[in-house]
């Protein structure tokens, strides 16, 4: 069985190349605490992956890697024990996983709010909402679908030329018609940003803090959410009347029940 550590990065692509040598040392010091290498080296003896290849992409709350398996790929979603995954949310989501996870440390939270995210992915996934299938769990590592080719993972729709705003309307709407409608779930933080854009279509990913369509914030997430797209196809040329925009995603189901109905 390969030590836990020879799990991570074990590949030098080319060995004259010491600037992301370091670069991948460092990262390897930051997301790679003994706990997550044991996360990580079970999940490989489980067989979900082979190896870490590679980061994607690092960020405040966590790191993404690459991962193979044979000749496929996986994503790594790696989450940082501390509370930074946290700072950013508002208090009634807080509360929410508080509850589910009933834990007190910051440990326990992180590991709670990545099953979150894998729960989510599966149910949208269900739902034929188009996001990574996700494939596993432990502790604060997620192992999903890889949205990308051999040479590199999708970009965000964000870093996208767009050349047909209206089929990417009909996509958004599509995607997030289906998140509510079937999945009755609303993302929270849908933007340009946590779109990937992959064989010619929308990906939504970074999931986790989606919630019930009949949360009472649920409604303001949703706008919220549309005004960050109008925003984005308004800048392409393509103008989207907001009242138009939520009635298309089935919207106006979203909310609070009515009192006594
Ligand atoms: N399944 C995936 N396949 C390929 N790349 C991914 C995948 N999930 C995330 N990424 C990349 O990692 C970045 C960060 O992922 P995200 O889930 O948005 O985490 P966060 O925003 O919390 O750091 C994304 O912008 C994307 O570039
Ligand atoms: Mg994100």
């Known amino acids: 069985m390969p030590r836990a550590a020879d799990l991570v990065f074990p590949r030098r692509e080319r060995v004259e190349d010491r600037r992301r040598d370091a670069g991948q040392r460092k990262l390897l010091d930051e997301f790679f605490d003994h706990g997550t290498l044991l996360a990580v080296s079970r999940l490989a003896n489980q067989g979900l992956f082979d190896v870490v290849d590679h980061p994607i992409s690092s960020g405040k709350e966590g790191g993404v890697f690459r991962a193979s398996k044979g000749t496929e790929f996986r994503a790594v979603k790696i989450y940082r024990i501390?509370?930074?995954?946290?700072?950013?949310?508002?208090?009634?989501?807080?509360?929410?996983?508080?509850?589910?996870?009933?834990?007190?440390?910051?440990?326990?939270?992180?590991?709670?709010?990545?099953?979150r995210e894998h729960t989510i992915l599966g149910r949208l996934t269900d739902a034929g909402v188009r996001v990574p299938r996700p494939i596993g769990h432990y502790r604060n590592v997620l192992v999903m679908e890889y949205i990308g080719t051999a040479e590199g993972a999708a970009p965000r729709l964000k870093d996208v030329p767009v050349d047909d705003?209206?089929?990417?309307?009909?996509?958004?709407?599509?995607?997030?018609?289906?998140?509510?409608?079937?999945?009755?779930?609303?993302?929270?933080?849908?933007?340009?940003?946590?779109?990937?854009?992959?064989?010619?279509?929308?990906?939504?990913?970074?999931?986790?803090?989606?919630?019930?369509?009949?949360?009472?914030?649920?409604?303001?997430?949703?706008e919220r959410d549309l005004q960050n797209f109008s925003r984005f196809l308004g800048r392409l040329g393509y103008d989207v009347e907001p009242a138009e925009f939520l009635r298309a995603v089935g919207g106006e189901t979203v909310g609070p029940p009515h009192e006594g109905a």
């Open 82 to 115: 501390s509370n930074t995954v946290f700072r950013h949310l508002p208090p009634y989501a807080l509360d929410e996983l508080r509850r589910e996870a009933s834990a007190r440390n910051y440990g326990g939270l992180v590991f709670a709010w990545t099953r």
């Open 165 to 222: 705003p209206a089929t990417l309307y009909e996509q958004l709407v599509g995607e997030f018609g289906r998140m509510i409608r079937q999945a009755r779930l609303v993302h929270g933080d849908l933007s340009p940003y946590n779109t990937l854009y992959h064989d010619g279509h929308v990906v939504v990913i970074d999931v986790a803090q989606s919630v019930r369509a009949e949360h009472p914030e649920a409604r303001r997430l949703l």
